[in-house]
């Protein structure tokens, strides 16, 4: 494998490199930033990497994997100096590579950062890999700068706090989640001011946080109407190839792609309560979300399997403030078009204890079609209208429509849905 990746790259992969894959073939080490004497487009004293890339070509991000070495010369234009090595949190928008110019093919290569966004400039890092291994150091080396400090809040990011169990699947509550609304916000840096989320509840929601005596600083647990909300900061990122693929889905933010690859850590927010209140839920979880699109390094939205944008988010829950349903908060109208025409059908209704919804081979615009699901989907949820097999129905002006209960064409195949004619 290591002969045939050398030989598609055109480059002798140095020895420390060969090793170190040999014992762990790519990933994401503890030590993430290596310090810089010049400012990159990312900070003023080091560049940060998200992984390392591995040998072989079936992980997208190994060395001839889909987002490789390869693909970042051919398709984002870097220079062809030698090998794409790390990634980073810009999501390619910068890069570190083996150098190849002053050794040949078969030397010893250096180690540099490229910088797309500053005109691909190079900067020299290490005169060997090894040495940029050994060189890397600790993000929290980084993260004392004035604009982020806040005398209020004890930036204590503790994983073994009480809140980050509510994120472990293993968790022998994890059925209390069955009954419950949750999700991500996307962090770019792997902190939060919980302050300011106690105040944005205030000021923005009229909803007082208040916690038992044995608090934490890395997490909001608090009641509210019989409803559990929790708030936790979560200093890993969520891994990137589930929460990249689930970006790729939405069809209104090109950039949620760069968003999910971007981040860091994520906030955890959860709300439990009975599945009879679950429209109350749903209005509690979204305007917790909603407060939290407002943290600084806020830079995504994950929830009902897309990556929102944090202002479109903020917007859509703003509607409850008209007593309206955020429906497009709570609802993804995915969208396709086949051979007999377009398609959609609904991924979040389950959640309030309804079917998911399909329209099927229609002669219809994409934006016609999701505002007739969204209006069918509102019009469910605010009257709690069970829709059944074999029904019609008489909705707005579109006129009569015909409910077929069968397995799903765009959801799992295990799974009934309910078309709508």
Avoid at 107 to 121: C, I, L, S
Avoid at 196 to 203: A, G, P
């Amino acid at each position: 494998m290591i002969s045939s990746v050398e030989k598609e790259l055109g480059y002798k992969l140095p020895a420390s490199y060969i090793w170190l894959m040999k014992q762990h073939n790519g990933g994401i080490p503890v030590n993430t930033c290596f310090p810089t004497n010049e400012p990159t487009s990312w900070a003023a004293d080091h560049v940060p990497i998200t992984g390392i890339f591995g040998i072989g070509r079936e992980k997208i991000y190994s060395l001839c994997g889909a987002l490789g070495s390869r693909f970042m010369i051919d398709e984002w234009n870097y220079p062809a100096i030698g090998v794409a090595i790390c990634d980073c949190p810009s999501a390619g928008h910068d890069m570190i590579f083996l150098d190849y110019r002053a050794c040949g093919p078969h030397g010893e290569p250096a180690v540099v950062h490229v910088d797309r966004e500053n005109d691909y400039k190079i900067t020299h890092l290490a005169d060997s890999f090894e040495l940029f291994i050994c060189g890397l150091k600790h993000e929290s080396l980084y993260e004392s700068d004035e604009d982020d400090t806040d005398s209020s809040v004890d930036n204590n990011y503790s994983s073994d706090s009480a809140g980050a169990h509510i994120n472990n699947g293993e968790d022998e509550n994890a059925d209390s989640l069955k009954d419950s609304f949750s999700g991500f916000v996307l962090l770019s840096k792997g902190r939060w001011h919980k302050q300011q989320f106690i105040r944005d509840m205030k000021e923005k929601w009229d909803i007082c946080v208040k916690e038992d005596d044995d608090k934490i600083d890395d997490a909001a647990v608090f009641e509210v109407d019989g409803m559990i909300a929790i708030a936790s900061l979560m200093t890993d990122p969520i891994p990137h190839v589930e929460v990249e693929e689930h970006a790729e889905n939405n069809y209104m933010w090109p950039r949620a792609v760069k968003a999910a690859r971007k981040h860091r850590a994520h906030i955890m927010v959860a709300v439990l309560g009975r599945k009879e209140n679950a429209l109350e839920m749903g209005k509690l979880y979204t305007k917790l979300m909603a407060a939290c699109c407002r943290q600084k390094y806020a830079s995504g939205i994950y929830t009902s399997g897309v990556v929102f944008e944090p202002q479109f988010y903020e917007d859509f829950a703003d509607m409850m403030k008209e007593d309206k349903l955020p429906i497009f908060n709570w609802i993804w109208f995915g969208m396709y078009r086949s051979e007999k025409g377009m398609n959609a059908y609904t991924y979040g209704l389950d959640l309030f204890d309804k079917e998911e919804m399909e329209v099927l081979d229609v002669d219809a615009t994409p934006q016609d079609l999701r505002d007739f699901l969204a209006s069918l989907s509102n019009y469910v949820l605010e009257n709690d209208v069970k829709l059944r097999d074999g029904e019609t129905i008489a909705f707005s002006a579109t006129g009569k429509h015909t409910i077929i209960r069968s397995p799903s064409v765009s959801l799992p195949k295990d799974q009934m849905t309910l078309k709508i004619s």
